[in-house]
């Protein structure tokens, strides 16, 4: 397994809801990543685990919650979002440094 | 801070001609990099990276320090080539994990 799963693929969430997004990996990968990617941007990192610790937060509003049950999964817990949350977002995982990341095809979210 | 630049927002070719995408760097340590390559509704995917050497469907990249560049060179593009691509700095931490920071891309059309 080479690949990197996220579900849902797509997501409308009301600014009230609670949602979470979800990752997975099998490659033996030890670091994870979320990024977000507004449309026609780079993606922009927002958490960072390694070794199912957090290491990494880029000044993420606390709306968002990162979790990392397992060396294999890792999630991403969404709370009173705003619209401008709205966006596209990856989950990466790598192996060691030099290898680049890989990359999930993305949760595409909407906040109405 | 590391920071990458891709000063082509845009950039169109005919099939057949050559094709040079430029990214510049700046970074205090030794910089890794890497190419990324977004098409259209896809996954964004690991292209290149400079520790390698290698080339990819005809893409080869070459890390010059002295002019902390590293452009993505094909000779003949391809109407398949047309995407987004984006190129990739990462802080080498001497671990698992490390931090990847993004250009804004470069959107690459080749014509029939």
């Known amino acids: 397994d080479t690949e990197v799963t996220q579900t849902p693929k797509h997501l409308v969430m009301g600014m009230t809801n609670k949602k979470s997004l979800k990752c997975e990996q099998h490659?033996?990968?030890?670091?994870m990543y979320w990024y977000k990617q507004k449309a026609k941007k780079p993606p922009e990192l927002m958490f960072v685990y390694s070794y199912e610790k957090l290491s990494i937060n880029e000044s993420v509003p606390s709306r968002f919650s990162p979790e990392c049950p397992n060396s294999s999964l890792l999630n991403l817990h969404l709370h009173a979002l705003q619209p401008e949350d709205s966006a596209l977002y990856l989950c990466?995982?790598?192996?060691?440094?030099?290898?680049?990341?890989?990359f999930g095809s993305g949760t595409r979210l909407t906040v109405v | 801070a590391q920071r990458v630049t891709q000063p082509e927002k845009l950039l169109s070719v005919f099939k057949g001609a050559p094709v040079e995408l430029k990214c510049n760097y700046s970074y205090s340590g030794s910089p890794e990099l890497f190419w990324y390559v977004q098409y259209s509704r896809q996954r964004l995917q690991l292209l290149l990276r400079?520790?390698s050497r290698e080339s990819i469907k005809g893409f080869t990249a070459d890390l010059n320090k002295g002019e902390t560049s590293f452009h993505l060179k094909k000779p003949f593009a391809q109407e398949e080539d047309s995407a987004m691509y984006y190129c990739a700095l990462s802080e080498d931490s001497g671990g698992s994990n490390y931090k990847l920071t993004f250009g804004k891309g470069t959107l690459l059309t080749v014509n029939p």
């Open positions: 400079h520790i």
């Open positions: 490659m033996g990968h030890r670091a």
């Open positions: 990466a995982s790598s192996l060691r440094t030099g290898f680049g990341y890989t």
